[in-house]
């Protein structure tokens, strides 16, 4: 069974740094993409950055991009997002999900995933 955990938010004064973590077990990952999400109160899920398993493919939203860079670590099965200079707007619950087949083209999709983690709250503070 596969399982995500994420981990890694907490609350940030503007312009401070997070690293986010998304730890996967349950199956090897070769031809998986995992992507970042965040989903703010009241609005749909919001793709912030994606990452294809073997590292050769990365995407990031616009509003991310300079800011956040995603890596992952084949050896600990784990994907991080370090996130510098924060913004308020940044403040949202950020969810890690994973699904096969996914390509640069369509790392931004939230049906293309379809394994999640349980959330972890970013808050950043002005």
């Known amino acids: 069974q596969v399982q995500l955990v994420d981990s890694g938010g907490g609350l940030v004064q503007a312009g401070g740094s997070l690293r986010l973590s998304c730890s996967a077990s349950?199956?090897?990952?070769?031809?998986?993409?995992v992507g970042w999400f965040r989903q703010a109160p009241g609005k749909d899920h919001e793709f912030v950055a994606g990452?294809?398993?073997?590292?050769?493919?990365?995407r990031y939203a616009d509003s991310v991009k300079g800011r956040f860079t995603i890596s992952v670590d084949n050896a600990k099965n784990t994907v991080y997002l370090q996130m510098n200079s924060l913004k308020p707007e940044d403040t949202a619950n950020y969810y890690c999900?994973?699904?096969?087949?996914?390509?640069?083209?369509?790392?931004?999709?939230?049906?293309?995933?379809?394994?999640w983690g349980q959330g972890t709250q970013v808050t950043v503070s002005s």
């Open positions: 990452i294809r398993w073997s590292g050769l493919g990365t």
């Open positions: 999900a994973a699904g096969l087949g996914i390509t640069v083209a369509t790392m931004t999709s939230v049906t293309s995933h379809q394994y």
């Open positions: 349950g199956r090897t990952f070769t031809g998986y993409a």
